[in-house]
């Protein structure tokens, strides 16, 4: 899913070289593309996640209702795209419509450099607003410094998501522990793991999984304000508060405990993942993104998930976004294939294939475990409970998180040098910003 990341020059080249995805139409311009008769589209799903075969249908569908349109679709990593999106977008190798991270750092710094096209009208032309709620507009709307929550409309989500606890069924009852309920539960839980010499945890310390547990921690200390502070600058965060110093002094000691191995620094969000679905881990914590390909994928043991113990805030949000670079070529095509993701056949297929639908019918949702995977999400929705990611707040955060991370895990840095090093680029971006 996730592949090597290139440096951010030699990437973008590589990456618009090698594709050649300069999309085509009769009049060759950047107009709304009325008569293009191409549609180049990027996401970075991989063919068996819930989003890989909604959005393959999706395609099937805008082909079956566009006689004459041919469909020109890359599959990219994460990180391709997070590190040369900008650079790709302000090309006339632009693809015309693709998946994006939501945030600040992402689809608000895009926003506000005028790579992305403004979707407000068009997102109420077409009713999409109508389909998402207002905490999933939250992503969805950059003002003019590229804040999220506010002002125009510059990216659709089809799906939700939301961080949680997977776990290996099997694990557990050979080493008999029930499903824990709190924060202490679940930690003893991993020293009965520990004991038995199994290292609870899989994680992935060279991507964003680590930076997830992080977060996690730092938000079973944290309310609405703090997030709202952290994440919408709706006032100065402390960075040695009690919300992250408990979240850096916690990770290290779950790496001290050995919950965390030492090595996960180096370790990808792929390997991870299949280190888990091998099942040599007993635990996994990630995205809602994973369950699909997990249900997919394992076949020798079961398993299951929960809530991250204890905690009422969690990472998630809207899924990624449908963007529209402002140098798209087909424009009109693009809005036609963001239509077809939300409409009932791809929303309902989203969520039994293991996805979170935004515009779904629950009773078309025919398995259990995808139904307790929605209904949890309901729940952490209706409860306003969706934190956002980490990452989100300033450009080129997620790479701070990554570096800051990584030192707790091999020991390079204390939990104060770390958020000392996670608070400098925050604290210049609001200066920035003149906050």
Known sequence: MVRPRLSLAAGALLLAASLGLTACSDSGSSDEGTDAKTLTLWHYEGPTSAMGVAWAKA????????????????????????????????????PDILEYNKGNATAGLLSKQGLLTDLTDEATKRGWDKKLSPSLQTTTKYDDDGIMGSGKTFGIPNYGEYVMVYYNKDLFAKHKIAVPTTLAEFEAAMDTFV???????????????????????????????????????????????????YGAQTFADWVKKGYIAKNSAGIKAEDMGVAFTQGKFPILYSGSWWYGRFSADIKNFQWGTFLFPGNTLHPGSSGNLWVVPEKSKAKSLAYDFIDITMTPEIQDLLGNSGGVPVAGDPTKITDAKNKELIDNFNKVSASDGLAFYPDWPAP???????????????????????????AKPYNDNLADLGK
């Open 396 to 422: 080129g955060y997620y790479d701070v998180l990554v570096g800051g991370v990584q030192g707790l895990i091999n020991g390079s840095k204390t939990p104060a040098q770390m958020l000392d090093e996670i």
């Open 59 to 94: 395609i099937e569908l805008f082909k079956a209702s566009h006689p004459g349109v041919e469909v020109k679709f890359e599959e990219k990593s994460f990180e391709q795209i997070q590190q040369n999106a900008g650079m790709i977008l302000n090309s006339d190798s632009a």
């Open 195 to 245: 004991k038995a010499g199994v290292t609870p945890l899989s994680v992935g310390g060279a991507e964003y999984p680590a930076q997830q547990i992080f977060y996690e921690l730092a938000l079973s200390k944290a309310n609405r304000a703090f997030v709202d502070n952290f994440q919408l600058y709706k006032s100065k965060v402390d960075f040695h508060g009690p919300e992250l110093t």
